[in-house]
């Protein structure tokens, strides 16, 4: 979209920084958005040299709020790669989202090989699960469900299963993520994705008995296997050598 690569450009021109990735994520990107979803833009940008030499500590997020449709926010590099040492989940799946803005293909696959390299299957699995609980607390007993907090549990509660069967790093989108589930909920959820395709954030939706049996059934499978998913990597080679090299 032409109107996110002129405030991409903006944001080289005006912060200095060169833009290396950027991709949308939230509800656009994992496949379940509204017709009021906003644009939830990340990207991943370097200074020169220089900038990471200075003894000085600086600032190492950009947040650019256009409006309530537009939020763009960058992690600098060096951030970026701390980050994926302790395998955070939200790093990792800009590198899995379908829509990508920008960016130097080279470094993207190159950022996806030390993904591999330093993935925490427990880590991601932990982040997922604190969200599931988080909106079951919420949704457990509510006989309507807004259907943006329903499918923020239901995508959740996929990931957790993914990792209890696979263990690899997640598809962002819901549909891959449904790889794993019989067909007759794949198509109950499908037909809630294209409900929430035509209605707003707001809307409140009657939860279905099926569904919500599954969606127990579920949580209970990902409390009952929580534990032993594997750790990361704990070195810094690999990290220190991709940040010269892109720094240079």
């Given at each position: 979209m032409q109107q996110i690569k002129t405030i991409l450009t903006n944001i080289?021109?005006?912060?200095?920084?060169?833009?290396?990735?950027?991709c949308e994520t939230g509800s656009r990107a994992w496949g379940?958005?509204?017709?009021?979803?906003?644009?939830?833009?990340?990207?991943?940008?370097?200074?020169?040299r220089d900038w990471y030499l200075s003894l000085s500590l600086h600032k190492d997020t950009i947040e650019y709020m256009v409006d309530e449709t537009?939020?763009?926010?960058?992690?600098?590099?060096?951030?970026?790669?701390?980050?994926?040492?302790k395998s955070n989940t939200p790093l990792i799946e800009r590198f899995q989202s379908p829509i990508m803005y920008c960016g130097d293909a080279t470094f993207k696959d190159e950022f996806k090989q030390l993904i591999e390299t330093y993935y925490?299957?427990?880590?991601v699995f932990f982040h997922h699960y604190s969200l599931a609980r988080k909106f079951w607390e919420d949704l457990k007993d509510a006989n309507e469900v807004?259907?943006?907090?329903?499918?923020?549990?239901?995508?959740?509660?996929?990931?957790?299963?993914?990792?209890?069967?696979?263990?690899?790093?997640?598809?962002?989108?819901?549909?891959?993520?449904?790889?794993?589930?019989?067909?007759?909920?794949?198509?109950?959820?499908?037909?809630?994705?294209?409900?929430?395709a035509?209605?707003?954030?707001?809307?409140?939706?009657?939860?279905?008995?099926?569904l919500n049996k599954w969606i127990t059934e579920m949580w209970k499978l990902v409390e009952a296997t929580k534990e032993n998913l594997g750790v990361n990597r704990t070195e810094m080679k690999e990290l220190n050598e991709?940040?010269?090299?892109?720094?240079?």
């Open positions: 080289e021109q005006t912060k200095k920084v060169k833009i290396l990735y950027a379940f958005p509204s017709p009021d979803s906003d644009y939830d833009v990340r990207f991943i940008y370097r200074y020169e537009w939020d763009v926010t960058g992690w600098d590099l060096k951030k970026s790669l701390l980050l994926l040492k925490s299957p427990t880590a807004k259907l943006k907090s329903y499918f923020y549990l239901i995508r959740s509660l996929l990931s957790c299963n993914w990792i209890i069967k696979d263990k690899s790093v997640l598809p962002m989108h819901i549909e891959g993520l449904m790889v794993l589930i019989d067909e007759d909920i794949k198509n109950m959820l499908r037909d809630l994705v294209q409900l929430k035509g209605v707003g954030e707001k809307y409140l939706h009657p939860k279905d008995e099926v991709f940040f010269l090299k892109r720094i240079q």
